[in-house]
């Protein structure tokens, strides 16, 4: 059973360690917190490997989780820490210079969910959709099918048809 090191404990106001599997655990932190006790877990507890690091919309709380992966290759443990930031005019201190990758996690976290990373090297470029003027496509309030309806008009010729149907035509023709 893991616990939290007491030098983290003592310096931040973390939640409980969540056990997920003897390999992965997690905690919850302030997000005010997030630079300085990622760094001190590479620094001073091993968790040298950033994994990755991404974002989940809780439309219904109003807020983003940010999670950072974390691995300690010496003790085969891998640590996600998250933290929660407000979705209105979402904003959250970047890392970027805690690992160098950690600019491309926080460029597409700006594109995909409209999180700024003020600072953050290239993060006001495009990363994937290039050209894209709607609000990010991650957001919960998406409307994916309004999108596609209106990006992409249907062409004469095609026809939908239902799934369960059309596959027991295809498999089972004889049935019919």
């Not at 001073?44 to 992966?69: I, K, N, Q, W």
Request: with cysteine.
């Amino acid at each position: 059973m893991r616990t939290i090191p007491a030098d983290i404990a003592e310096r931040f106001e973390v939640g409980p360690l969540v056990e997920k599997r003897a390999d992965l655990s997690t905690l919850d932190v302030d997000s005010k917190d997030v630079p300085e006790l990622l760094a001190r877990l590479r620094d001073r507890h091993g968790y040298r490997h950033l994994s990755f690091a991404t974002a989940t919309d809780l439309f219904e709380e109003g807020v983003f989780v940010l999670t950072y992966m974390l691995h300690n290759h010496e003790e085969r443990h891998s640590l996600g820490v998250k933290c929660r930031i407000g979705r209105e005019n979402a904003t959250m201190e970047s890392c970027h210079l805690l690992w160098e990758q950690m600019w491309t996690y926080q460029r597409e976290m700006k594109e995909l969910f409209g999180i700024d990373f003020p600072g953050s090297p290239r993060v006001d470029e495009s990363f994937v959709l290039e050209g894209w003027i709607d609000i990010p496509p991650m957001r919960r309030e998406f409307d994916t099918r309004e999108y596609s309806e209106r990006t992409f008009p249907t062409r004469p010729g095609r026809s939908t048809k239902d799934p369960a149907t059309h596959m027991k035509e295809k498999l089972y023709p004889e049935a019919l």
